[in-house]
């Protein structure tokens, strides 16, 4: 069936990977409407071969439109969510507005696609540093749950949008050049540093982008009781999210049994070879579907073959955010 879409935010990196997905996957629309804010009113851009205008979002900008894809940030989500609604549309988000709501699905296609068909209007797409580390950690938990889980990401400045990936390049440029870093879209330097991710920290001390895992995990895995705990770093790669992630099962389990189910696992390419030391770097994952999972080994400090630990490298751009949403979009159709 073809349907009326929107994009919402079409003119961010996640809303011009949301076109290069869409084409790439022939997703079956009708029309599309490109929507952003009033600053980019007018502009033009091609799909497909097509050209079209972007047009300022309004609440009118739904009518007559089936699923709405949003990348525009929260505010946004939170300000145009009636409108798709009671223009009969339902609203993907990628933005944290709802992600927390109970009557929102917050899905991740490989581990809870049943959840979609509860929606009321929105389904929640997670966080980019959740979903990297979930479709890794789903086939494994389901085949022996996992009890607790220790995660430290590595994330890119894709992360903070295009703007942050730009300064990533002239900080860079500057900093070799011996010019002064400017930091307008990170408060701090990014180009040959890192530092903890600057979220707001919440009153126990962990930042937003910490207990975003913690939180969207229990509702994604539907287990409240997990036990988990994560620290989030900036890093200064461009769009790639790495995530070191330490793993205490219910029973036993070998590095072998890992790899061999995460081999079959869907979204997941094992890269894990030992001979050569060749385990997944951001630049793997670049611009890739699926998610690079090595460095797979036991945990001995957990007792009776318990532990695991992974290395993980994801797009944040597409897995983490576009590619996710339109194949929640693709089971609406
Ligand atoms: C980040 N996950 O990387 C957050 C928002 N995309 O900063």
Redesign the pocket.
Known sequence: MSCNIAIAGVTGAVGQEFLRILEERDFPFSSVKMLASARSHGKKLTFKGREYTVEEMTDKSFDGVDIALFSAGGSRSREFADAVKKAGAVMVDNSSAFRMDPDTPLVVPEVNPEAIKDHKGIIANP???TIIALVPIWPLHNANPVKRMVVSTY??A????QAAMDELALQSKDILAGREARCEAFPYQIAFNLFC?N?DLKPNGYNE?EM?MVNETRKIFSCPDIAITCT?V?VPVMRA?SESINLEFDSPITADEVRELLSTAPGVTVLDDRENNRFPMPIDADGKDDVYVGHIRQDESIPDNRGINLWVCGD?IRK??ALNAVQIAERLV
Not at 158 to 161: H, I, N
């Open positions: 966080n980019c540093s994330q890119a894709s992360g903070a949008g991710h979220s982008e975003k989030c900036r999210h944040q983490g955010a």
